[in-house]
């Protein structure tokens, strides 16, 4: 499974647009990019996952390089209902696998 | 629909005591994951059913750890003479497997605490 590196925190204010840069250089070719949101006492929770290129949903958009060995999340205009830590992975889909979960990007948002 | 439900959703118990925490996955799907979380840390991958495949055990950090699903539904982790380290957060995940890019649905976890 490809390792994922990410910023440990990152700090914005309301309005801003957030960008989680994630690192995978050895992602294989049937990983998918993967992300996911944890609120404090839940769990985590799908935003957006992508191939190539960019994929945009009400949430988020996920931006990824022809080359693919590294991905961005970008979080449009972020309240402070955005305070979360977002995850990054990269994931072999529809076979058996065991996602790997890093410490995440922990993302605070001030007022 | 029903997501993941995971009970219960705090457990506090005294050293060596036995604990079962449950899962009841998302109907119809046939992957199930276990993972641990301790306070400010990423996931701990536990264990790992498909179907009706061997598990995979290979997270489990001691043999005070087992669990089991039965009727490739609903799981149940036992942690046997639970120890302070246990304490944690225990997360269930399902996922449709062969369903291609098919994400992990969460519970909301039980929060254990050994005392």
Same mark, same amino acid.
């Given at each position: ?19 989680? +840069?994630? *690192? ?6 049937? !990983?998918?990019?993967?992300? #996911? ?5 839940? /769990? ?27 991905? +961005?999340? *970008? ?6 209902? !955005?305070?979360?830590?977002? #995850? ?5 889909? /529809? ?17 | ?115």
């Amino acid at each position: 499974l490809a390792k994922t590196t990410q910023p440990i925190s990152m700090d914005s204010y309301e309005g801003q647009e957030v960008n989680i +840069t994630c *690192s995978h250089n050895n992602i294989a070719t049937n !990983d998918y990019i993967t992300w #996911y949101q944890q609120f404090p006492s839940q /769990g985590p929770r799908f935003i957006i996952q992508g191939y190539k290129t960019k994929v945009t949903n009400e949430v988020a958009s996920l931006f990824i390089p022809a080359d693919r060995k590294s991905s +961005t999340l *970008s979080l449009p205009r972020v309240s402070l209902s !955005d305070t979360a830590v977002y #995850y990054c992975l990269a994931l072999l889909s /529809g076979g058996s696998y065991i996602p790997t979960f890093g410490r995440g990007t922990s993302l605070i948002v001030h007022p | 629909g029903a997501g993941v439900s995971q009970s219960p959703s705090n457990k506090v118990t005294e050293k060596g005591k036995d604990v079962e925490l449950r899962c009841d996955p998302i109907s119809g799907h046939t992957a199930l994951y276990w993972y641990r979380q301790s306070l400010g840390q990423g996931l701990e991958f536990l264990i790992y059913f498909q179907g009706n495949s061997a598990p995979d055990k290979s997270g489990l950090p001691s043999d005070r750890f087992s669990a089991e699903r039965t009727g490739g539904s609903v799981s149940t982790l036992t942690i046997q003479r639970t120890q302070q380290e246990d304490s944690a957060v225990y997360l269930c995940a399902s996922r449709a497997r062969g369903v291609i890019d098919s994400p992990l649905h969460f519970g909301n976890g039980t929060r254990l605490t050994v005392t």
